[in-house]
């Protein structure tokens, strides 16, 4: 455990405190009875030095307590936040789109936070709240038995509240963690939407929308509040019973001469300190229920099904030739559903140049996404080189396959960072070199600080032309042996298109390249045309092959030119 020694440390102190802590009342007991007794001003100097010691000792362990713990807390966090943030991008695709971005941020946050501060509650204030308590009973019964037995008989009251409270509590944690979950998902969607909000001038629509939820939100932390007060009210109305009861049997008992006015005085600094620890020892049910809400959450993550981890056994592989082949594979989404892919068989060698075409859910993304391994099959082998891809590290394959999508993303950050972000220790050379090739660098030193321009979030800043050309040369800089593109060109205009195809086919030279098209006029010049249908492949062959064959291609070739040009090529 790497913070075995800080909070060994923070205990010590901690006990250490609750030791002045409860030394105090002993010292005013000492002033007090020498004052009765007329003893002179050596016994109250004695008590007043010793209160001044014991203030100045207080200060210093609470300050020295307070720094150590806060400084765990925060390392506690780190590592656990580390540990789920770590799991999260280990997990497979299939978890994070069953979890909104805005919603699993939410809970992540909150539910660490939660967490944290239970476990820091429990270690750092119950065990020296119990250690004050241990001391000041075992010393009031030394003192006066019967006194303090009346003020323990008071003791189990503010437990008694705090436990018919915490029900309620935990029902109010778990729901507020819902709707803070909802709330924030939706708000994500809409600023990730902005321009469809504004465009359908929604914009006053859902700031309503937000407002009122998060107003339904506090409505429910206030009436918590409310609740949370009551209960603290009435935990403080037996702390002041007691206080009573103590001054009422102990004036009596001094009255009589059975115990002095300075023991008197010592019970009800006690008293005082007594109910602090007790109220928050009270508190610890509430904590654990709380804390229950947050391990759940957070173990929901940490515990999250990894169906495609590596395999014990998984290799490393340095460099692969890019000979792709689909054996026989079935896939379907668990829970039942029809198969998106039923039975294919493909061989793609290496260096082929492949287009997979067919209408929206045949299976084209599934089949490359098998590639990548972001699912695996139902039934049936996918290999590269040979090798069934559950039997290569993830990391090691992936590193092998670039990408380049529709709408490719890119990142808040310069477009030299951009660029580099699959290779970050390659030169500004390189750099510049695989933009070249992208047909981006032109454009690229124009923007206001050329490769050092941030491109705003997702890339806003530029057009969709520029961002795909920044992707291909991210890509290109890569140096993958299989080329993914998915859709690359189906969002540009004629301009944009003729630069990007033009880098695409720089890109894709002497590499595997699966291409994944519904505009047509982007895979003729592929060596090999696939189409699917309902996860199956229907057809393959050249451009002008299947279109002479008058199949499902040429229907599709068909409804895209809707007769403005010959079916023959």
Known sequence: MPFRLPIAGILLVALTLAGVNAAEPLALKRIFDALALGEGGRPLAEGVVSLVVLGLLR???TATSNWLTWRTRIGIQYRLTEATVGRLHRLPLTFHRAEGVGALMTRLDRSIQGLVGALSDIAFNVVPAAAYLLISVAVMLRLEWRLALLVL???????LIARLAAPMQTRRERGLLERWVHIYSR?????????TVKSFTMEEAEKRRFLDEVNSANEVVIRGVGVDAGVGAAQNLVQIGARVAALALGGALVLRGHMTAGTLVAFLGYVGGLFGPVLGLAGVYKTLRTA???VEEVYGILDAQDLLGDAPDAREVVRLRGDV?????RFAYPGGGPPLLDGVDLHVREGERVAIVGPSGSGKSTLVSLVQRFYDPTEGVVRVDGIDVRKLKQVALRRQI????????LFNESVLANIAYGRPGATRAEIEAAARAANAHDFIVRLPEGYDTVVGERGSRLSV???????IARTLLKSPAILILDEPTSALDAESEALVSEALARVSRRRTTLIIAHRLSTVVDADRIVVLREGRIVEQGRHAELVARGGHYASLVEKQTRGMFPLAA
Do not use: H, K, M, T
Request: charged share 20%.
């Open 187 to 195: 708000f994500n969607e809409v600023l990730s939407g902005i321009v």
């Open 465 to 471: 032309g520029e961002r795909q050309r920044i992707s």
């Open 59 to 61: 200060e210093a362990f």
């Open 325 to 329: 082949r689909w054996d026989n594979v």
């Open 153 to 159: 008989a008071f003791a189990p009251l503010p437990a």
């Open 292 to 294: 229950q809400v947050s």
């Open 402 to 409: 670039g990408v380049v999508f529709q709408d490719s993303l």
